[in-house]
């Protein structure tokens, strides 16, 4: 008997621990009470400050991080970067920080490398990964998850056309970087753009910095997720048809059922 394929994560859940929850956090919890009373408005019992604010958001994406890879005992690709995010977050929050409750003025700059660095070495890894015993296309897009690969590839040897079917991956793989490249430039310029105006050596600094990066945590799935998703949608469709023509055969036979 096989084994059985290991339960996936549940995207909502996912979105869930490590978006909603993170951006609901920053958004209502930062705020400093007694700053609050210094400008005049009041304190409510739910304002705990920036700085447990930003432990508290951070908590259940790291948890969950940890969690899956105690239950599943291997590493999962999206944990892993999710992982990878809340330490950096983390790290370099302490730095921007000031102990006089100042920020650093180059917070918006710095945070948007950040933000991008994640992407760009993903596309460096994926174009990278391509000659590997193990590229990495196959553990995003073309896995035995979603394709018969096995049979895909004993198509491509009967009808002798491996080059070409080589020069689709490599086409593909490409295709694939480039939508890291294109996250990796989004996410630079919506941490820049949200930063835009913002007054380092305010009273009120480190809850405006916790608020810009709930909305960019929060924004991010609608600027720059939605249209990576698209363009991996049209990578897929382009496989799709490649690998159609190469073989003569249909999606039902490409594609293992859903």
């Given at each position: 008997?096989?084994?059985?394929?290991?339960?996936?994560?549940h995207?909502?859940?996912?979105?869930l621990?490590?978006?909603l929850?993170?951006?609901?956090?920053?958004?209502?919890?930062?705020?400093?009470?007694?700053?609050?009373?210094?400008l005049?408005?009041?304190?409510?019992?739910w304002?705990?400050?920036p700085?447990?604010?930003?432990?508290?958001?951070?908590?259940?994406?790291?948890?969950?991080?940890?969690?899956?890879?105690?239950?599943?005992?291997?590493?999962?690709?999206?944990?892993?970067?999710?992982?990878v995010?809340?330490l950096?977050?983390?790290?370099?929050?302490?730095?921007?920080?000031?102990?006089d409750?100042?920020?650093k003025?180059?917070?918006g700059?710095?945070?948007?490398?950040?933000?991008?660095?994640?992407?760009?070495?993903?596309?460096?890894?994926?174009?990278?990964?391509?000659?590997?015993?193990?590229?990495l296309?196959?553990?995003?897009?073309?896995?035995?998850?979603?394709?018969?690969?096995?049979?895909?590839?004993?198509r491509?040897?009967?009808?002798?056309?491996?080059?070409?079917?080589?020069?689709?991956?490599?086409?593909?793989?490409?295709?694939?970087?480039?939508?890291?490249l294109?996250?990796?430039?989004?996410?630079?310029?919506?941490a820049l753009?949200?930063?835009?105006?913002?007054?380092a050596?305010?009273?009120?600094?480190?809850?405006?910095?916790?608020g810009?990066?709930?909305?960019?945590t929060?924004?991010?799935?609608?600027?720059?997720?939605?249209?990576?998703?698209?363009?991996?949608?049209l990578?897929l469709?382009?496989?799709?048809?490649?690998?159609?023509?190469?073989?003569?055969?249909?999606d039902?036979e490409?594609?293992?059922?859903?």
């Amino acid at each position: 008997m096989p084994d059985p394929k290991p339960k996936q994560e549940h995207p909502l859940a996912n979105i869930l621990i490590n978006v909603l929850i993170p951006v609901m956090v920053l958004s209502y919890l930062s705020k400093d009470p007694e700053i609050q009373i210094k400008l005049g408005k009041e304190a409510k019992p739910w304002h705990l400050g920036p700085l447990w604010a930003m432990i508290i958001a951070l908590i259940p994406p790291f948890a969950y991080g940890v969690w899956h890879f105690v239950k599943t005992k291997h590493g999962n690709v999206f944990s892993a970067l999710g992982f990878v995010s809340v330490l950096l977050t983390g790290g370099l929050t302490l730095y921007l920080w000031n102990a006089d409750g100042s920020v650093k003025p180059n917070a918006g700059l710095l945070f948007g490398i950040k933000e991008a660095s994640i992407p760009l070495v993903l596309a460096f890894a994926i174009l990278t990964s391509h000659k590997s015993d193990s590229p990495l296309i196959r553990v995003f897009l073309y896995n035995d998850s979603i394709f018969d690969i096995p049979r895909i590839e004993q198509r491509v040897a009967e009808r002798g056309v491996q080059d070409a079917y080589s020069r689709l991956m490599l086409e593909s793989t490409r295709f694939f970087a480039a939508s890291f490249l294109l996250s990796a430039a989004m996410n630079l310029g919506l941490a820049l753009w949200f930063f835009r105006g913002f007054d380092a050596l305010a009273l009120d600094a480190l809850e405006n910095y916790n608020g810009i990066i709930a909305k960019l945590t929060g924004w991010s799935f609608a600027v720059i997720g939605l249209p990576v998703l698209v363009f991996l949608f049209l990578i897929l469709m382009r496989l799709l048809k490649g690998l159609r023509s190469l073989t003569g055969m249909d999606d039902k036979e490409l594609m293992h059922p859903r």
